[in-house]
Nanobody, 122 residues
Framework: VQLVESGGGLVQAGGSLSLSCAASGRTFSVLDMGWFRQPPGKEREFVASISRSGGSSFYADSVKGRFIISRDNAKTTVALQMNSLKPEDTAVYYC????????????????WGQGTQVTVSS
């Protein structure tokens, strides 16, 4: 599976940004999808996940109520809408896919994109 993220950039605190991830190479609808992020000098951390049908999603406490994950199985894409952005949201954001395992554990994800930078200025 190949994953390609897009949509990162620079935004002021309080603003919004939408990330997109395009998948190819395997039947997208059998994969659970997730977004992770890696702030400067820190470990990669879970942000959000969505089940293969799109019927179930899960968020890290730090983004709950501000971020929304969605997917379009027909277009084989997954999106992350980020609202009310804070400087602490600054990170490289990664799209990931898995066929089994925990939704929050990075090591259970089998496929990763190259990442896209999101910078939130104060």
């Amino acid at each position: 599976v190949q994953l390609v993220e897009s949509g990162g950039g620079l935004v002021q605190a309080g603003g919004s940004l939408s990330l997109s991830c395009a998948a190819s190479g395997r039947t997208f609808s059998v994969l659970d999808m997730g977004w992770f992020r890696q702030p400067p000098g820190k470990e990669r951390e879970f942000v959000a996940s969505i089940s293969r049908s799109g019927g179930s999603s899960f968020y890290a406490d730090s983004v709950k109520g501000r971020f929304i994950i969605s997917r379009d199985n027909a277009k084989t894409t997954v999106a992350l809408q980020m609202n009310s952005l804070k400087p602490e949201d600054t990170a490289v954001y990664y799209c990931a896919a898995k066929s089994s395992g925990s939704v929050t554990r990075r090591y259970d994800y089998d496929y990763w994109g190259q990442g896209t930078q999101v910078t939130v200025s104060s």
